[in-house]
């Protein structure tokens, strides 16, 4: 995902994703407008919604600000990181690297739900605010406001509340002037969650129970969570101890350790149980955590569940794992979404659908890393020392006599190279000097002073300061072989290694099923969503031909402005209403009469004119001159469901209340029938009808 969104001259990227693949030439449409990108709205924290940052920061200059919620910017990272380290490991992977995903991840501008930014310079008068969505931790609803308007950008939202998710927040909204959302799951249908959950642990225990394992591609730290709690909570209750249930990627305890320290944006009865007795439902007991291949072979020889990244099998743990575990008939490859077109998932997935009964046969080419032979590491240590020595020669150059870096390299292909030209630049700079053999530029005498004494007066004894002699950068220190990790490890040089490719013959005899497990909003959903919102004008973006069509045909019958554009195809938008902004005067202010309600906000009927006081000081609101004051009607301020004020009749007047389409009964006389926002009373004048009538008004603020 990846729009562009220009609010007058302000402009904002909205996502900035990719898929597994990382196919550059996909973002070459990307590189033609990333210069002009005024801000980066990011909503989840998975490759489809970000994974293009680093690309975009490192190769194509991208450099503003990027706004997130900070379980977006703590779990993207990983995700990055994890995809990173998974491409490394099997290929000479340089399209980004951590440098590039550090520096990304260096622009963020960490939020909470329900904060709001008030952007400056070109972006004066437009804020931003992040809404819960749900289907991810920290996953964001955007309402981005200019003046008077609202602009919503609502993609990969799910409605419903999930063990650790509360539900979208999209419903609240009302009438924004453009809703931006997506189509992709507009042909499809939720089951229960508890029909799902079932599922899923009974797929899993049949296989485990015959002596088979269990593969579960997942993303890195995004949906994984809800399928660790899940499987977790199963082998909590259920007492497993038969059975290894494993978190299998790169991050994998960064993951889980973030996630313990983000329950204020996670499922509300989390947020309360944590409160009350301190457990944390991420310590997860019954969770390995599983970092390599060799982690894992280290685990009891046991049937194995292992949640193992990427999901779209294009590189990572889970492509080794599938690539062991396929032919096994007793074994099974559960797939939890739907895969990335174009990527090995997506074939399986295919096969799956198809009618084929023949065993799925596949030419997969692997990639692993292998230390150098003695000769290669020859070869390797003698280029690493010619390319340090030309780094020097150039930093000389470029510092001391200012060259440009191009020149540089253009002085290594002439005769004589750049000790050369720095000898020669060195010799017009400083007139008088020559240059010592073998320097690199001209030195200044330095004679060095020869200390006795500290400043003290103590005697020196240099074997004071005589140290051992330094341990090999290459090796960890005795003792401490295969102890460092994280960090420490880091402070080591890399052994140099090569990539190794093979293609090998894979066939899929395990079996293969697939459980619904993405979180999204369903088609029946996303219509009753949508029309509750009523947006002025309606954007639907991401989704096959065969969905955006057929929600566009709904919503066309009940929204006055539909737009389903095509991939590179501009929508323009004109402002829904005038705004103007108007000047109170004094004389005015005091005849208003403010009535608080929810919040801090107070609203006022003001009656006046509106006068140009000033030739270009703009229009002021004054007091009618001579006129009386207008009598206005009653406004109701607030908004509350018909199930609320069920509870609220039953509990404050002790009356039976129930459903019925459209309305509540109270008692026997009184009827209440809810069209759009606007609630009406029906029944016999009696006291039983006036005391609904203020239990009802009482949930309203009246001005």
Known sequence: MCYLLEVDAFVFLLDCGWDDRTEVMDLKELKAHVEKVDAVLVSHADTKHLGALPYAVGKLGLDCPVYATLPVHKMGQMVLYDLYLSKRAEEEYETFNLNDVDRAFGMFNPMRYAQQINLTGKGEGITITPFPAGHSVGGTTWRITKEAEDILYAV?????????????????????????????????????????????????????????????????????????????????????????????????????????????FMNSDISKSFEHTRDNVFDCKNVHLCHSLEELEELPDQPKVVLASMASLEAGLGRNLLVDWASDPDNLILFVERAQAGTLSSFIQTYMDSDETEDLQMRIKMGHREALDEVELVEFQ?????????????????????????????????????????????????????????????????????????????????????????PS???????????LDGEDATMLEESPTKVVVEEMDVIIRASLQYIDFEGRSDERSIKNIVTQVQPRQLILVHGSPEATQGLKSHFETVLKSVHAPQPLEPVTIDSVSASYRLRLTEDFMRMVRFSRVAGNYQVAWVDGELKEEEVGSGLALVPN??????????????ETRLAELKEIIQSTLNLSVHFIPGGLVCGDRVVIRKQGSRLSFHGALSQEYYRVRDVVYAQYHIC
Do not use: C
């Open 382 to 470: 003698e280029a690493e020392e010619a390319r340090k020595e030309e780094e020097l020669l150039a930093d000389a150059v470029y510092g001391d006599a200012g060259l440009d870096i191009m020149d540089i390299e253009e002085g290594n292909e002439k005769a004589g190279g750049i000790q050369e030209k720095a000898r020669a630049v060195g010799q017009v700079l400083i007139e008088g000097f020559e240059t010592p053999e073998g320097a690199v530029a001209p030195l200044f005498p330095f004679p060095e002073e020869d200390v006795e004494r500290d400043e003290y007066g103590e005697m020196l004894d240099p074997a004071e300061f005589a140290g051992d002699e330094d």
């Open 625 to 638: 001159q001579g006129a009386l004051q207008a009598v206005q009607k009653a406004v109701f301020v607030g």
């Open 156 to 264: 990969d939202y799910n409605h419903r509340k999930e063990r650790h998710l509360n539900g979208a927040a999209l419903h609240t909204f009302n009438r924004p002037a453009v809703l931006i959302t997506d189509a992709y799951n507009g042909l499809t249908e939720q089951t229960s969650r508890k029909l799902r959950d079932r599922t899923l642990v009974a797929g899993v225990m049949q296989t485990l129970r015959s002596g088979g394992n269990v593969l579960i591609p997942v993303d890195t730290a995004t949906r994984v969570l809800e399928l660790l709690l899940v499987l977790d909570s199963h082998w909590e209750h259920q007492k497993i101890g038969l059975y290894s249930l494993v978190l299998l990627n790169n991050v994998a305890y960064n993951v889980v350790e973030f996630a313990k320290s983000m329950l204020e």
């Open 473 to 483: 950068p290459t090796s960890a220190p005795e003792g401490l072989e295969g102890q």
